[in-house]
C-alpha cells in the first residue's frame, strides 16, 4: 500500500519526464497504455483553454495552418480568433445563417486541442490526473475518499476502474475533435440535458444514496471536459438554462438541481448566435453576456473565389470533373442574392445553398447524360436551372411564394450566366466575331442537356461544330485558357488542403468539357454587344 502512496506522492511533486510535441502531449504518447505509465512519466494534465493557446503559438511560430478550412476570413475573423485563444476567453461568433460558426468552433477543437489520457470507455473524457493525489491514494489501496464535500472528479465508473484494476487500469488517448460537443438550442433541450441530474434509476437499482456521486448522470457539458462545448443558436436558451451556463462561466463549476454536488466541466465554450436575436434585448441575460469575454462577428464570403473555394471544399459529389466557369457561375449566383433588393437580406443567403447547387449540378449532369451514356458527370449550362430545389432564402419586397421565389431565382442565374460568358468571349478579334455570325446564316446549332460532346449522332456538339469551324477555333482557344484556369484555381484549393481530384482535365473529361465550354461560348455570342446570336427553342441561330 506504502509502494502507492510514494508513487503516486512522487509523480503529482514531480516535474514532467517528457518532450512534448503538442501542449501537454508526450512524444511518444501511443506506448502510453495504464495508469502506471502515466504516473512514471509525472505527467500533468493542461487545461484545455491552456492547450489552444500554447498549440496557436507554436503554430503561429512555424507558419502552420491555424484553422484549415476556413476560408475568406484572414483579414478580420481570424486575428479577431487569434486574440480571443492567446486570451484564453470563452467566444461568442455573431453572424448569419451558414457563415460557418460552428464549423469554427469544430476546427479548433480538431486542430488546437491536444490528444490527452483518459480511462478507457470514459464517457466524460475522465483523465487519471483529474484526481487530486489524496483521492488517487485512497482509490489505489481501496480506501474511502477523505473528501468532505461531494465533488465530481469523474464519473464513478471511472473512479471503479481505477479501484479494481489499480495501476494496470487502461488509458486511451482522446483527439481533440472527439472532445468537441455540439448542442443545438432548442426549446427542448432541458437543464438535465446541460448540465446532469440526480438519477432515480441508479439510486433504486445501485441502491446508492442520493448525495454520492453514483447517483448522477452526466449532462451534455461534462461530455465536452477538456474539450470544447459549442451552444449554437444561444439566445434560444430560455432564461433558467441560460443561468445553469452561466455558473460554469461565473466559477468553472456547477450544481445539479438543489444537491450540492460540484461540478468542473474545465470546458472552453463557445456560443454562436444570429446578428437580430443577438442585439435583441432580453434574448440574452446580461450575466452570461457578458461573461463571454470575446464576441466575434462572422460575414460571407467577400469574393468570388473564396465562394468558389468554400462551395467545392464542402460540396460531397460523387466521381465527376467540375468546370471552374461552373463554379463562378454558382458563386455569383450566390453573391449576387446576398445584394439583391428582393431578397430578405436579415435572413441572409448560406453558403449552403452554392454547396447543396454544386451537388444538385453533377446529381443533373448524371441523370441526363452521364449514367446513359456511361460518361464522366460534368455539369454544363444547360443543366443550371435545376437548382431550384437548393434555394435557401427568402423574399423580402414580393410576397415568398414558390413561384415568386423560382422567378428570382431564374433571374439571377439568368444574370449570372450571361455576365460569366461574356467574360470569356469579350476581347474576341470583331473579324472573328463577323465570321461566326456569317457561319450561322441559314443555320442552328441545336443545344440540349441530353446532347454528348463527341458521338455518332449527327447531333453530337462534335459534329455540329464541323458546320461552324471559326467558332470551333474560338472553343479551343478558349479551351486552352480555361485549362490554365482550372491549374491555378486547382493550385489554390491544395494550399487550403481541398480535394482537387474534381478539377483535374483527365482524358475522360476532353469531349464533355469542349460540350460545356461550347454551351458557354454560345451563351456568351448572345450576350455580347453587338450581339452575334440569338437563343430560340430550337437552338442557337444568327441575330
Known sequence: MQEFENLVRRSYSSTPKYTEVMAGLPEDYKQIKTLSDLLEINYKIIGAKEQLRQNLISKMLTNETKYPEIIGFEDDVIPALDRAILACHDVMLVGQIGQAKTKIAHIISKNLLSPIPVIKGSITNDSPMDLPQDEMISLLEDKESTTSVPKFYMDSESMEKIRNNKLDTKIEWVEGKDRYKYVLATPDISVKDLVGQIDAIKITKKGTEMYQIESYSPGQLMQAKHGLFCIDELPVLDTRKQVALLSVLQEGKFTTGAYPVIFEPKTVFFATANPIDYTHSGKIIEPLYDRLKSHIHTHYPKSIEDEMLIIIQEAKISKSFIPIFMLRILAKIIQDARVSNEVNQDKGVSVRMGVHSL???????????????KVLAIPRPSDIFCIGQATKF??????DTITNREKVLNNLITISLKETSLEYVKGTDLSILERIKQEFVGKTFQVSQKILGANSMQTSYENQLRNFETMRSLIG??????????KEFEKKTQKHNIRSEYLSISENAKSELRAAITELVLEGLCAIDPKILDKKEAGFVAA
Open 477 to 486: 482557344t478558349i479551351y486552352e485558357k480555361i485549362s490554365d484556369e482550372q
Open 394 to 399: 427568402e423574399l423580402a419586397e414580393m410576397d
Open 359 to 373: 451537388e444538385l449540378l453533377v446529381g443533373e449532369s448524371e441523370r441526363a447524360r452521364a449514367v446513359s451514356h
